[in-house]
């Protein structure tokens, strides 16, 4: 028995079980309006607005397609600085998570094993671009996640 066969095994059978397929870039931008003006030091330290979206859909093969999509843009008062987005894929192979359990799965733990990918892509994008590596600070999925399900409830006891 192969380490591919006892995992497809794991997988199978009760044991909860995720397994990356395939990652790659979906979508990649950045953006350097002002360059090279921007480049230039200063002592005005950049705002950064940051957005962080996950999305996930089954595949008729039983497979899982996953979507790590985050933005970042840096502003100082002088104007823009860069804007970088990345749409960061995977494939998912799950397997021993019940259904009703599945989509916390799919949009907390996965875009996890996503994120330092992702991560590494922005600050070489960043760096490139003639700033200093952009470094991704932690992000908490599972707080996204529950922000992201408070905001689908409906509103109860508002007139």
């Known amino acids: 028995m192969t380490d591919t066969d006892a995992g497809d095994m794991a997988l199978q059978g009760s044991e909860p079980g995720i397994r990356i397929l395939a990652q790659f870039i979906?979508?990649?931008?950045?953006?350097?309006?002002?360059?090279?003006?921007?480049?230039?030091?200063?002592?005005?330290?950049p705002q950064i607005d940051l957005g962080v979206e996950m999305n996930a859909r089954g595949r008729e093969d039983g497979l899982f397609e996953v979507d790590l999509k985050l933005s970042a843009k840096a502003n100082r008062s002088d104007g823009a600085l860069f804007v970088v987005e990345l749409l960061y894929g995977g494939v998912f192979q799950i397997g021993g998570v019940q259904p009703d359990e599945m989509e916390p799965v799919l949009l907390i733990e996965c875009p996890r094993y996503l994120f330092p990918f992702a991560r590494r892509i922005i600050a070489e994008v960043s760096s490139e671009g003639?700033?200093?590596?952009?470094?991704?600070?932690?992000?908490?999925?599972?707080?996204?996640?529950?922000?992201?399900?408070?905001q689908q409830e409906p509103q109860v006891g508002h007139a």
Not at 137 to 145: K, T
């Open 130 to 150: 003639g700033f200093p590596p952009f470094l991704l600070d932690p992000i908490d999925f599972a707080g996204v996640y529950a922000a992201r399900k408070a």
């Open 26 to 45: 979906r979508d990649l931008s950045f953006e350097n309006p002002r360059a090279p003006d921007a480049l230039r030091p200063s002592q005005d330290q």
